[in-house]
């Protein structure tokens, strides 16, 4: 049974940078194909993919944020962990970690609130 | 990045409708086209991929077709469960991008 788990603070301030967690079970960021996805959805809005990085440490970014974002995966904790510098409130939103095999979002975290706020 | 549009942005229809969803590419994307279903305060939950299988666990009759630019997906016989709202994604080429979503809501 494949499950994800977002964590991160609930409450950033502008220009701070946010640090976010996915914690998953049930598959192995060790087998090849299989990648962890950050997706976000501000209130009422549509979701726009941010990051993924596969089994092999290959990266990609949303060209529009790539300079802001960073993702890591460590395999033996079964983490991914995304970093979005220079926040605003704009970034305010829920952020989505999912599981993905053949470039399919078949498995997601509950999400994660996210606001940013002075 | 791909731009996609999906029509209408909300959807009224009777229990029992066949319902219809347009998603556009500004792209030719190919057959690499997915559907999830969005219910308020929850995950998406993937429909459809490569524009017309269905993924393990969802009801028949959901179903999607199209290739290159434009995309259906289609509600038969419209249920309950099934409002929610509907979004669209294609995975043809980095970056991902989605649709801005369908609601589809219950005459």
């Known amino acids: 049974q494949i499950t994800l788990k977002e964590s991160g603070p609930t409450l950033v301030k502008p220009s701070q940078t946010l640090t976010l967690t996915c914690t998953f079970s049930g598959f192995s960021l060790s087998t090849s194909g299989v990648a962890v996805a950050w997706i976000r959805q501000p209130p009422g809005q549509a979701l726009e993919w941010l990051a993924l990085?596969?089994?092999?440490?290959?990266?990609r970014y949303s060209p529009s944020l790539e300079s802001r974002l960073i993702i890591t995966k460590d395999s033996s904790k079964n983490q991914v962990v995304l970093t979005m510098t220079n926040m605003d409130p704009v970034d305010t939103g829920t952020y989505f970690c999912?599981?993905?095999?053949?470039?399919?979002?078949?498995?997601w975290g509950q999400g994660a609130l996210v606001t940013v706020s002075s | 990045d791909i731009q996609m549009t999906q029509s209408p942005s909300t959807l009224s229809a009777s229990v029992g409708d066949r319902v219809t969803i347009t998603c556009r590419a500004s792209q030719n994307v190919g057959y690499w086209l997915a559907w999830y279903q969005q219910k308020p305060g929850k995950a998406p939950k993937l429909l459809i991929y490569?524009?017309?299988s269905l993924q393990s666990g969802v009801p028949s009759r959901f179903s999607g077709r199209g290739s290159g630019t434009e995309f259906t997906l289609t509600i038969n016989s419209l249920q309950p469960d099934d409002i929610a709202t509907y979004y669209c994604q294609q995975y043809n080429s980095y970056s991902w991008t989605f649709g801005q979503g369908t609601k589809v809501e219950i005459k």
């Open positions: 490569k524009t017309s």
């Open positions: 990085i596969y089994w092999d440490d290959d990266k």
């Open positions: 999912a599981h993905s095999v053949r470039r399919l979002l078949d498995f």
